[in-house]
């Protein structure tokens, strides 16, 4: 028998640590190759990591919420000593789909280690080498982690050592607000990093354009209720979506990004359009390739499938890299306006507020009219004023008078 071990893989974005989500298997449990062991919240999805071999369990690193360096081993296995075959295993959604067997999902075991702290070269990383349950002691007696030196295996803080120091921490007499504190991971640490970066990288402009879209929200009735459109789920944001292709092939400065190492602006010939999702993990924004290729209906299905696995959580990394283009829509919490922060990589970004019955000039007399407003931020390295402003009244031009598409196509 041979043991082999499995180190946390690169998950192909560029990132150097993972949180461990959940276990599916246990020690002493037998395992096939590329059934799934563990899930693992990289910056943009949950992924299934597979068994890269077939064999024994023999031992687990790492609890759910413990974060992980890449290249850190954190399961072994017992396997034979023949050769296995010559397969390599396939993370999901990186790859061709793997059949698994669904197992329950196992309660982590107590007094697992947890490798949160080291880096794939073995230094330590910012965060101290503890558990998360550890972690979350310190907190609550108010000790420093990173003053600490762990007497347990390899040098992990353990309970004593967090408890011993607490017993020498001075308490201060003053009363002291109630507050909680929740650690940045995950979704929502990548996002925070991702949106400092564009806001100070990319000079930002925001446009607005307050329009009567009545004659769009009448058409998505009109189509809804027909034969054609009954299987779709037809919405504004779909005609914003097919609205956006036909502009931004009229401006196609929109739909480029900036190239920093060689000084260029790289112009793309389609467009991925993402849709700015709100999940209980953060935001995602998965994208639609080729958008500009689909029809009215393709596009509402596509819509609602990426929102769908979205909050699911089992949209894949694929489905979040790529985006050219994104259109957040805000009007659904009841906002009628912002300042969206470009999505890094991108040239634009366009927010759609809510829909809302008002007085509005209409005809030569003032009607209630059914109006929204759309704020577009844009990088002024790439996209000017004129242009940004000619993409925009395109935008609104055909969602407040749905025929001018004849004069555009």
Not at 289 to 302: I, K, R, V
Not at 355 to 379: C, H, K, N
């Amino acid at each position: 028998m041979t043991t082999k071990e499995f180190r946390l893989p690169d998950l192909g974005e560029g990132l150097t640590e993972s949180e461990l989500v959940a276990w599916h298997v246990a020690v002493g449990d037998l395992v096939s190759l590329n059934q799934t062991i563990a899930e693992v919240e990289s910056a943009k999805a949950v992924v299934q990591l597979p068994s890269p071999c077939a064999g024994v369990v023999t031992r687990l690193v790492g609890e759910p919420g413990a974060t992980m360096a890449v290249g850190t081993v954190i399961a072994a296995f017992e396997v034979e000593d023949a050769p296995a075959p010559a397969r390599n295993p396939v993370l999901v959604g990186y790859g061709a789909p793997v059949e698994r067997t669904d197992r329950p999902q196992r309660r982590a075991r107590s007094g697992v280690a947890a490798s949160s702290g080291v880096t794939s070269t073995g230094s330590v990383a910012e965060r101290p080498r503890s558990t998360p349950p550890v972690r979350r002691l310190a907190h609550d007696l108010g000790v420093e982690l990173e003053l600490l030196r762990g007497s347990g295996e390899d040098g992990v803080i353990t309970r004593e050592d967090v408890q011993a120091a607490a017993s020498v921490v001075s308490v201060s007499p003053v009363a002291q607000v109630g507050e909680t504190r929740t650690p940045i991971s995950g979704v929502r640490k990548r996002t925070a990093e991702a949106m400092v970066s564009s806001a100070f990288t990319a000079p930002h402009v925001t446009e607005f354009l307050t329009v009567d879209v009545t004659p769009t929200v009448e058409l998505v009735e009109s189509l809804q209720a027909g034969r054609e459109f009954r299987e779709h789920r037809l919405t504004m944001l779909t005609v914003v979506a097919k609205a956006v292709c036909l502009a931004a092939a009229r401006t196609p400065s929109v739909n480029s990004r900036w190239d920093e190492a060689n000084r260029e602006i790289v112009q793309f010939d389609h467009l991925n359009l993402g849709i700015a999702v709100a999940t209980s993990r953060g935001l995602l924004v998965p994208n639609i390739p080729n958008a500009e290729s689909f029809a009215l209906g393709e596009l509402a299905d596509a819509i609602t499938g990426l929102a769908e696995t979205a909050r699911a959580g089992t949209i894949t990394p694929a489905q979040l890299s790529g985006g050219t283009f994104t259109i957040s829509n805000i009007g659904v919490f009841g906002v009628g306006a912002g300042t969206p922060i470009i999505n890094p990589g991108e040239a634009a970004i366009l927010a759609t507020g809510a829909v809302r019955r008002m007085p509005w000039e209409y005809r030569g007399e003032i009607a209630l009219r059914q109006v929204m407003t759309l704020s577009l931020s844009f990088d002024h390295r790439l996209v000017d004023g004129e242009q940004g402003s000619r993409f925009l009244t395109d935008v609104g031009g055909i969602l407040g008078e749905p025929g001018r598409v004849l004069a555009m196509v």
